[in-house]
């Protein structure tokens, strides 16, 4: 094996520690700019609101930003960790110091988010939206309304923090423990995005067939970003209860959860730095426009923002961080001149099974490494796959033809796990993995590729390197959040996606967005994700499709290499027939839903059945 | 038991699934057609009850006229916003379209807040009077709209199977580029449902408001999550289903309101969500569960 070079001038960064200055900032600036007069208690009650609304920007960013899952009813969240605040560390009830509180408040909103949510995020869809509309109304009409609960008409009393013997009792401290939160959960966000929590939200949002594939349990993980999000209002609720003092159950309906969408959709989905700047901006601009323009303006500000929540997400629904971005790419494209051709030939990387994997059962060569029995599968009316079965030995390429609608895409969907047969089994490695979901078959070692191409495609090339060694890397959320445990999983990932890159031939376009990749460099990258775990079966969904004749010889030499070099076993679906030909060592023919022929491919292209089937009957 | 008697309940019940079916067919009208969820019906509805009161108490237009060209104008509405909007949406994807309906909800409820938020418009009721039901007096209004609700939900339903339009609106949803292939004009199809939907929901606010007589900013709102919730219930493709899951809906709110004696306001919100929640698991849990009382996989020799 050559030795592969790692290009680490460009992954070594200079790294200054900012968190410990940031923190220190945010805690002290407040408190100076109040001294030197730069900062009144209005002004620090504002800023105090802006930083509510930040955080709680934060927490439906998680959500709707990353994993692509709609809350309409986000301030409900809020609510709770407020008024579990109070319930916490009030003088009529619990007493416990704030942070206490804090803690409960964080609990508070990931518990209610977890019940919620495990109904409502089971099944695919916009159900999450209407099921946080009800949480909205339910919370600020019902539950908040219960005296115990909401301190009544009076609202909610929440007590200070104190420091000491000090309450932090005015809003310029409040102010400065909201920055101080705000630095951490900014810290804490950025962890996320860089951990396998982090790429799974996004590949999940993408498309969730891929997310699984890859081997993410997608109801899980669209549980835990609802979770999280809930804890992360829940502590914006707290700082809500600290800065005013006394809190009530109207200031968390359903209205506000619509607010704070706008700084979401506003300040650019996924974008954290936007999102600050919307929330701070649209707490602050209303008085600058009162400033300006008199008092006949008050409460424009909000026409304001829907309409151009409205323009936004009709005409630019990535938000201003979005429009930001694609300026600055269009620049550097321009600058940039120079295309690099497309390379077609990659030289895969022989990478060995990741540390974090189980180990699939070795079989020997010869043996099945899948056997599908008798699958059936009806779509309403349409008898897709009828009693089809196909056998894959170790080492082997098998190709499976036939001409459209014969069921191949079904009956690889079946053997994947994304869909689940009416009749019939599947073994893999010689276990029935029939009622398996798909994320478990690929950790078994199943890698699979799609039609229409398998990647998350706003995200760079190297980002789905990463995204496709999901299971690599067996770290937990605590980790993800922290960093703490998760170091030594990334680093051995990032080794693994630069080794890929390079054999590949794909180093330039470490951080272009697949999306803007040509549809057969598309291909290759599938296939590098594909790989990058090592699967022992590697199917492929028409990987020819889309691309040229020279491009589809070298796709061919590609497969070659999988099953000499690699030792792999592949399982394609493929209409090139000169491909399959030059390439195949077993041939099934599928039509109508059946196998009708299956065996040498020479000898199987030209049987009569097959030639009818792909020809219609020959007329005298 | 003292208090109204269960066909009081029952009535009560049925008078809110009345309006939830009538929300909750707006809801589904669009979502057979286009796969996005509709947000915005309630303030729609509000809008409606603005426009009403606008031109009957400050302009003296008889209640028949005034609500006439308040549902003209929401169709009206309904047709302007996939036209202007939902057809230009750079990112036509469903997802996007829905939280679209969710920004022009907050721009109308942000124009309602601004004008009416600190007084609320009166709207006398069309008729006076009314049935006597179990000491419950029902308006004619109220029984209105539970019979406009189940004729208009089966009968949508045979105009989408039956006629060539109502099948262009089912063809347009499955594979709108084969449609348009067939000679349908889509965009037509879809301007049409947008159109439908926003007048169901101006309909079904203008039955509920005349035993209130009061609009508030947002007032509808809060009822078309009761149609929001119907449609999810009754499966969100199925036009009946949402009549039932409106029926269902209504009825246990009634009933755990007179039955369940806790002293918690709101409790038909509580309700709406625990119902919501139900049918979510059930329909997660039934393909798992048929499967497993399905007869077992022949042994493979």
């Known amino acids: ?620 | 038991m003292r208090g109204p008697g269960v066909i009081q309940v029952i009535a009560l019940g049925l008078i809110s699934a009345g309006i939830y079916a009538l929300f909750a067919l707006g809801v589904v009208l669009v979502y057979r057609g286009t796969k996005v969820l509709t947000f915005a019906g309630g303030e729609i509805g509000t809008a409606a009850l603005y426009v009403t009161a606008f031109l009957v108490t400050d302009h003296g237009l008889s209640w028949g006229v005034g609500a006439l060209i308040a549902v003209a104008v929401a169709a009206a509405a309904g047709a302007l916003f996939e036209f202007a909007l939902v057809r230009r949406s750079v990112d036509a994807d469903p997802v996007v379209t829905s939280i679209l309906t969710v920004a022009l909800a907050a721009t109308i409820l942000a124009i309602e807040l601004n004008h009416f938020g600190g007084s609320p418009k009166q709207l006398k009721p069309p008729v006076h009077g009314g049935v006597n039901v179990d000491g419950l007096i029902v308006s004619p209004v109220q029984i209105a709209a539970i019979v406009v609700a189940a004729l208009l939900g089966f009968g949508l339903q045979a105009f989408l199977r039956r006629t060539d339009f109502g099948l262009a609106i089912l063809a347009a949803a499955d594979d709108p580029t084969a449609t348009r292939l067939v000679g349908v004009r889509v965009s037509r199809v879809r301007m049409t449902l947008w159109a439908g939907s926003f007048a169901l929901a101006a309909i079904a606010a203008l039955l509920v408001e005349p035993t209130v007589g009061v609009i508030s900013p947002g007032y509808a709102s809060r009822l078309y999550l009761g149609g929001l919730a119907a449609a999810v219930i009754g499966g969100l493709d199925s036009l009946p289903g949402a009549v039932w899951g409106a029926t269902v809906l209504g009825l246990v709110q009634a009933f755990v309101i007179r039955y369940l004696r806790v002293d918690v306001g709101g409790l038909d919100f509580d309700v709406t969500l625990v119902l919501l929640l139900v049918a979510l698991l059930g329909r997660s849990l039934l393909p798992q569960l048929r499967r497993r009382l399905s007869p077992p996989r022949e042994a493979v020799a």
């Open chain 1, 1 to 620: 094996m050559t030795a592969v070079t790692l290009p680490l001038n460009r992954t070594t960064r200079l790294r200054v520690p900012i968190l410990p200055f940031a923190l220190l900032a945010a805690a002290l600036l407040p408190g100076l700019a109040a001294r030197t007069v730069l900062l009144n208690e209005p002004h620090a009650l504002l800023l105090g609101e802006s930083c509510v609304f930040a955080i709680a920007g934060l927490s439906l960013n998680v959500l709707l930003g990353y994993a692509g899952q709609i809350s309409l009813g986000q301030f409900a969240f809020v609510g709770v960790g407020a008024f579990t605040t109070g319930l916490v560390t009030g003088v009529h009830d619990l007493r416990l110091p704030w942070f206490a509180g804090l803690v409960a408040a964080a609990g508070a909103g990931a518990l209610i988010a977890f019940l919620v949510g495990l109904p409502a995020l089971r099944l695919r869809g916009l159900y999450l939206a209407v099921v946080t509309i009800a949480v909205a109304y339910a919370a600020s009409e019902s539950l908040f309304t219960v005296t115990r609960i909401g301190g009544g008409s009076a609202g909610k009393v929440i007590p200070p923090p104190y420091l000491g013997t000090r309450a932090l009792s005015t809003a310029v401290d409040a102010l400065a423990i909201g920055l101080v939160l705000l630095v951490l959960l900014l810290q804490m966000d950025v962890n996320l995005v860089r951990s396998r929590l982090g790429r799974a939200f996004q590949v999940l949002k993408s498309d969730e067939s891929v997310a699984a594939s890859f081997g993410v349990d997608v109801a899980k993980h669209k549980l835990i970003a609802f979770t999280l999000s809930g804890a992360i209002a829940g502590v914006a609720g707290c700082l809500d209860g600290i800065t005013y003092g006394t809190v009530t159950g109207g200031t968390f309906d359903y209205t506000h959860s619509l607010a704070l969408l706008v700084i979401v959709v506003l300040g650019g989905l996924g974008s954290r730095t936007g999102i600050v700047i919307a929330a701070f901006l649209t707490g602050i601009y209303p008085s600058l426009l009162i400033a300006v323009f008199g008092e006949g303006i008050r409460g424009w500000d909000q026409i304001i923002n829907a309409g151009l929540l409205l323009v936004t997400v009709a005409f630019q629904p990535r938000g201003f961080a979005g429009a930001f971005r694609e300026a600055a790419e269009h620049r550097r494209m321009r600058a940039g001149g120079e295309s690099p051709l497309p390379p077609t030939r990659p030289n895969l990387p022989d990478l060995g099974r990741p540390a974090g994997m189980p180990v699939p059962r070795r079989t020997r060569p010869g043996t099945a490494v899948l056997e599908a029995r008798d699958v059936s599968v009806r779509f309403g009316g349409l008898q897709a796959v009828d009693g089809a079965g196909l056998r894959v030995d170790r080492g082997t390429i098998v190709a499976l033809m036939g001409p459209n609608g014969a069921g191949k895409t079904t009956m690889f969907n079946v053997i994947s796990g994304a869909l689940s047969a009416d009749r019939g089994t599947v073994h893999f490695l010689g276990e029935d993995v029939s009622s398996r979901p798909p994320h478990q078959r690929a950790a078994l070692g199943m890698g699979r590729t799609f039609q229409l191409i398998g990647l998350a495609k706003d995200q760079s090339v190297y980002e789905n390197l990463l995204m496709a060694q999901h299971l690599a890397a067996p770290y937990g959320v605590l980790s993800a959040l922290t960093t703490v445990g998760s170091r030594r999983w990334e680093r051995e990932l990032r080794t693994r996606a630069d080794q890929t890159l390079d054999g590949l031939g794909f180093d330039r376009f470490r951080a272009t967005a697949v999306g803007r990749l040509s549809h057969g460099q598309q291909r290759i990258v599938e296939i590098g994700c594909c790989l990058v775990t090592s699967p022992e079966l590697v199917m492929l969904d028409e990987p020819s499709a889309g691309m040229s004749p020279a491009a589809a010889e070298d796709l061919a030499a590609t497969l070659i290499d999988m099953r000499d070099k690699l030792d792999r076993t592949v399982l394609l679906i493929e209409h090139n027939v000169p491909l399959v030909l030059g390439t195949a060592d077993e041939l099934y023919v599928m039509d109508a839903g059946r196998v009708i022929a299956n065996g040498e491919p020479m000898d199987v292209v030209q049987r009569p059945e097959v030639v009818r089937a792909y020809l219609g009957e020959v007329v005298a």
